[in-house]
């Protein structure tokens, strides 16, 4: 089975502190991601990476930045974090390049609940 | 605009009936689809993924595509007091030549009452 894990359940920051957010996946998935999820928004795609190194923007970067050293590992980094932060930040990965034909579903970690006070 | 659009209910099943959940998809070059669970305060999880026209079943699931009329579909049969939770449709959008993102419905949240 393929598992998502993420670095921490619950966390609690101050604002402008600096948040990292870690998530480890073990299928050796080329494609991760990061999302957040509010209520009455739904899922919104914050970055994503398709190798090591490799990152693009998803709908709302702002306030955020990522890391890929690994392909196993994905982070996520609120430089300065700030109240409207707060969220459900969910993990993904998933394989292939999005070609045609593949199975490209994603796989959930079990999200991070960060409350900035 | 690509979007995937599910009807957010409530929608509400008695224990034992069919509950037939609805997605459309505005993206025609999208070719996989997926349907996800999610419990209250729980991370999303794969429940089917279909990528052909027409019916394809898992136990009590039933996903149906048709990609004529852009719609995709979620039947659960024999529903159960476990089966509620908000289900997100979700689409594979070829972009730039490749389709790594998934775009997300907003969920239909289904309840079923015993």
């Known amino acids: 089975d393929v598992k998502v894990t993420q670095s921490s359940r619950y966390l609690v920051k101050r604002t402008g502190e600096k948040v990292f957010l870690e998530c480890v996946q073990d299928?050796?998935?080329?494609?991760m991601f990061w999302y957040r999820q509010d209520p009455g928004l739904g899922l919104r795609l914050i970055y994503f990476?398709?190798?090591?190194?490799?990152?693009e923007k998803g709908d709302i970067p702002e306030g955020y930045s990522v890391s890929r050293e690994k392909k196993e590992r994905f982070s996520l980094i609120l430089e300065s974090a700030s109240t409207n932060q707060t969220s459900m930040y969910l993990c993904?990965?998933?394989?292939?390049?999005?070609?045609?034909?593949?199975?490209?579903?994603?796989?959930f970690g079990p999200g991070t609940r960060l409350t900035v006070l | 605009q690509k979007e995937v659009e599910q009807n957010s209910g409530p929608l509400s099943v008695p224990e034992g009936a069919i509950a037939s959940l609805n997605c459309t998809y505005s993206?025609?070059?999208?070719?996989?689809f997926f349907w996800y669970r999610q419990y209250s305060g729980k991370s999303p999880e794969l429940i089917m993924s279909?990528?052909?026209?027409g019916d394809k079943e898992d136990g009590r699931f039933t996903a149906q595509l048709n990609k004529a009329s852009q719609y995709v579909s979620l039947l659960i049969r024999d529903s159960q007091p476990s089966d509620s939770a908000t289900y997100l449709c979700?689409?594979?959008?070829?972009?730039?030549?490749?389709?790594?993102?998934?775009?997300f419905g907003s969920g239909t949240q289904l309840t079923v009452l015993p």
């Open positions: 993904a990965s998933s394989r292939g390049q999005g070609l045609a034909g593949e199975r490209n579903e994603q796989f």
């Open positions: 979700a689409a594979a959008i070829f972009s730039s030549g490749s389709a790594r993102q998934l775009t």
């Open positions: 279909i990528y052909s026209n």
């Open positions: 299928m050796d998935h080329e494609n």
């Open positions: 993206d025609r070059v999208s070719q996989s």
């Open positions: 990476s398709y190798d090591v190194k490799m990152k």
